[in-house]
């Protein structure tokens, strides 16, 4: 049986690292795939991972359509046995719903890996949608950490070093570019415990207070 699957977690908690990991896993049994990706931080149609992965993919926007996609690759012949579906909550409800169809319908089975809420601390359209529709949905076990070293349940928004809870909902940035305090970029990404995130106390704050020590340097003769 085909099944709907949702795997999801907080910004660098490795879902990009799983979803290229499945594809591997599925390709290698010689099995068929297609990768889909959405707003990937590097602005392109691929599929990359911290780690230094990646896969070339195929870009979901606004208006794209799984089902007319994957239709039109099986009349002209293309195997397709799965899909991999990477940035997941920037998918509309609408396109989750053509996921579902496609599992039901067609028998091929779709891994989707995403975050569940913004830097608001909602819930994306499409990351809901999955939660419903989903045959399973996993937490993914790599816990990222707050600053803190609490685990990290929240994505934070930074602009110019100082966290924000308004504005465009999609706006590509990346986790490892927060802990810069030299030169802040315009936007930026961090994960923060509940409590950080509620303080909005982000890495760069909490040195600039104090909070956060330097680490010490050991002495050598």
Request: glycine share 6%.
């Amino acid at each position: 049986m085909a099944a709907l699957m949702f795997w999801t977690g907080t910004m660098d908690a490795g879902k990009s690292t799983l979803a290229l990991q499945t594809n591997h896993n599925h390709a290698a049994r010689g099995r068929a795939g297609i990768i889909f990706v959405s707003n990937d931080r590097t602005g392109t149609a691929v599929l990359t991972s911290r780690l230094g992965l990646s896969h070339s993919a195929v870009e979901v926007d606004d208006d794209f359509s799984f089902w007319t996609y994957v239709v039109d690759a099986l009349t002209r012949g293309t195997k397709v046995d799965y899909l991999i579906c990477d940035e997941a909550q920037f998918y509309s409800p609408a396109q989750v719903e053509q996921l579902a169809m496609i599992v039901d319908e067609l028998r091929i089975d779709v891994f989707c890996f995403g975050i569940l809420t913004d830097f608001r601390t909602r819930l994306f359209p499409g990351a809901a949608r999955l939660v419903e529709l989903a045959d399973r949905t996993e937490v993914l076990q790599v816990q990222a950490l707050c600053w803190c070293g609490q685990r990290a349940t929240h994505n934070a928004r930074t602009e110019n070093g100082v966290m924000v809870t308004e504005g465009e909902v999609v706006v590509v940035g990346d986790v490892e570019e927060a802990d810069s305090v030299d030169e802040p970029p315009e936007v930026a990404y961090e994960v923060l415990c509940r409590q950080h995130h509620r303080h909005a106390l982000t890495v760069a704050r909490a040195r600039a207070t104090g909070r956060l020590a330097e680490p010490e340097l050991l002495p050598f003769d």
